[in-house]
């Protein structure tokens, strides 16, 4: 079946823009995350939505990130006035059971974030 | 102290050997543990999860947990090439935090 799918692939921007990273996930899955790669480094959590409950935003680096999921489904992260440092690979990831963290993850192939 | 702790590496064994990756963790209640591959500008792709002490082996690969010395490990049997990546190790309570990875080069 299909897998998660995140558009654009690849983003350019100029600082200050606002941008808006779209993510798909697997059908039927109910947990959404979102997590942010900067090159050669690990993973850095940003923002999980579980369901219809509030998100758990404890990961969102600064007031200029957001993220919301409509129907449960489709979630997108939107970073205004963009940053330099927020150029890096951002990922989204889903999850069919319930939980933070506690089941495995599947992730989409990731949009690639360059700030000039 | 970092939460999940990777050696960078790079790890290089030749063709045909068998790779063991290591990771340690801090949080001493942790529930799940999984490994991630990731190739050079790819996504993190789920190769293995284990949820109690011992082994669990996939093919070529064998996970072992070891609750009460809090680590994990990954060996790959008969390494080849194609399983030249950086190997993410996850563990998670609440929430999923990630080592930064090792990375593995296999010779051929």
């Known amino acids: 079946g299909a897998g998660v799918s995140q558009s654009p692939s690849n983003k350019v921007t100029e600082k200050g823009k606002d941008v808006e990273l779209r993510c798909d996930p697997i059908s039927g899955h109910t947990a959404l995350y979102w997590y942010r790669q900067s090159l050669g480094q690990g993973l850095e959590f940003l923002i999980y939505?579980?369901?219809?409950?509030?998100?758990?935003k404890s990961g969102l680096p600064s007031d200029r990130f957001s993220a919301e999921r409509t129907g449960g489904s489709v979630s997108t992260l939107t970073i205004q006035r963009t940053q330099q440092e927020d150029s890096a690979v951002y990922l989204c990831?889903?999850?069919?059971?319930?939980?933070?963290?506690?089941?495995?993850?599947?992730f989409g192939p990731g949009t690639r974030l360059t700030v000039t | 102290q970092k939460e999940v702790e990777q050696n960078s590496g790079p790890l290089s064994v030749p063709e045909g050997a068998i790779a063991s990756l290591n990771c340690t963790y801090s949080?001493?209640?942790?529930?799940?543990f999984f490994w991630y591959r990731q190739y050079s500008g790819k996504s993190p792709e789920l190769i293995m999860s284990i949820y109690s002490n011992g082994d669990k082996e996939d093919g070529r690969f064998t996970a072992q947990l070891n609750k009460a010395s809090q680590y994990v490990s990954l060996l790959i049997r008969d390494s080849q090439p194609s399983d030249s990546a950086t190997y993410l190790c996850?563990?998670?309570?609440?929430?999923?935090?990630f080592g930064a990875g090792t990375r593995l080069t296999v010779k051929p």
């Open positions: 996850a563990v998670t309570n609440n929430d999923m935090r």
């Open positions: 939505f579980q369901g219809n409950s509030a998100p758990d």
């Open positions: 949080d001493r209640v942790s529930q799940s």
């Open positions: 990831a889903s999850s069919a059971r319930q939980g933070k963290g506690a089941y495995e993850q599947y």
